[in-house]
């Protein structure tokens, strides 16, 4: 488990981040405006996404709890912008189903300044958030029910625009492919963790991968949950790796670093039963509505 500290507050406690909530210094609103720009660095293994602000509930939360075993990972977004003077912005759910419509102004409340976010929508105008821009890249909040002053306490949580790629989501993952090279034989030798990316957050440890270099070929197996096992064809391209196993879906799989590799489980191109939709939804990525897939990093164990 990685330490919570300020530059990683997606590893803090529900304690942690409320002594910053009530002792760091309330930026100024401007702070929050988001400038759309994203880059990722592959050799710091970081991803700077200023798109929109992603947010983490507590480690200790029943959300981040519950969210490790549920197929639909659980997390949230806000996206800040000023047009004539006006800071609005609007919140939705990790995948952007669900979007809320903001307005924000800078509050004076218990003697401090924070940035009062308030919803536009009829449907959610029960709620508002306080939020403190704790630096540049990193802002603490309290959800509340009711209006404010008086409004009832929900929960803390925390957003950033900077994170490790262990908290890749699917833009990253699919620029990290682009990015990517089809291995070689001695670039897959060996074990590899396999987890599965999201907009909120990586699964657990969900698979292993073994190759085991054979003479003129490479045996592949997997391991699914510590628990089922079997064996892979693989087929090593100009553009990248394929796996096949015993159902009709396959791995492509690109190498990033020599330690990391991303990968798809999708289904085939031409599907009986495409996505009607392209985007996220949980674990669950649907490419321009003609396949399903799983999008996934691999890191190397090192034995």
Same mark, same amino acid.
């Given at each position: 488990m990685m330490q919570c500290n300020e530059e990683q507050p997606m590893y803090c406690n529900n304690k942690e981040m409320e002594a910053w909530f009530r002792t760091k210094e309330c930026l100024p609103i401007d702070t929050l405006v988001n400038s759309g720009k994203r880059s990722i660095d592959i050799e710091g293994k970081k991803v700077f996404n200023d798109v929109s602000w992603r947010g983490f509930f507590p480690v200790d939360h029943g959300f981040s709890i519950s969210g490790m075993f549920l197929p639909l990972a659980l997390g949230f977004r806000k996206q800040f912008r000023k047009e004539d003077g006006e800071y609005t912005g609007i919140t939705t759910d990790a995948d952007g189903i669900i979007r809320g419509h903001n307005q924000l102004r800078e509050v *004076?409340? =218990?003697?401090?300044?924070?940035?009062?976010?308030? /919803?536009?929508?009829? &449907?959610?105008? #029960? &709620?508002?958030? %306080?939020? %403190?821009?704790a630096s540049?890249?990193?802002?603490?909040?309290?959800? /509340?029910?009711g209006f404010f002053p008086y409004g009832f306490e929900l929960l803390t949580f925390a957003m950033t625009r =900077?994170? =490790?790629f262990d908290y890749l989501a699917p833009a990253d993952h699919r620029d990290l492919y682009e990015k990517g090279t089809a291995p070689k034989a001695s670039d897959i030798e060996g074990k590899w963790r396999g987890q599965l990316v999201s907009n909120a957050a990586l699964s657990y440890s969900f698979f292993v991968l073994s190759f085991t270099?054979?003479?003129? $070929?490479? @045996?592949?197996?997997?391991?699914? %949950?510590?628990?089922?096992? =079997?064996? *892979?064809?693989?087929?090593? +391209?100009?553009?990248?790796?394929? !796996?096949?196993? &015993?159902?009709?879906?396959? @791995?492509?799989? $690109?190498?990033?670093? @020599?330690?990391? !590799?991303?990968?798809?489980?999708?289904?085939?191109?031409? *599907?009986? %039963?495409?996505?009607?939709?392209? +985007? *996220?939804? +949980?674990?669950?990525? #649907?490419?321009? +509505?003609? $396949? &399903?897939?799983?999008?996934?990093?691999l890191n190397k164990i090192k034995e």
């Open positions: *004076s409340y =218990g003697d401090r300044k924070y940035i009062l976010l308030t /919803y536009t929508d009829l &449907f959610y105008r #029960a &709620f508002y958030d %306080l939020l %403190l821009p540049e890249n990193v802002l603490i909040g309290k959800a /509340y029910l =900077g994170y =490790g270099l054979n003479q003129d $070929r490479i @045996d592949g197996k997997w391991k699914l %949950l510590g628990v089922w096992e =079997g064996d *892979s064809k693989v087929e090593l +391209g100009k553009d990248e790796m394929k !796996m096949f196993d &015993f159902t009709n879906w396959h @791995d492509e799989i $690109r190498r990033v670093t @020599d330690d990391i !590799m991303v990968g798809k489980y999708c289904q085939p191109d031409k *599907s009986i %039963l495409p996505p009607p939709w392209a +985007g *996220s939804l +949980g674990y669950i990525q #649907a490419e321009e +509505g003609k $396949r &399903f897939c799983l999008y996934y990093i």
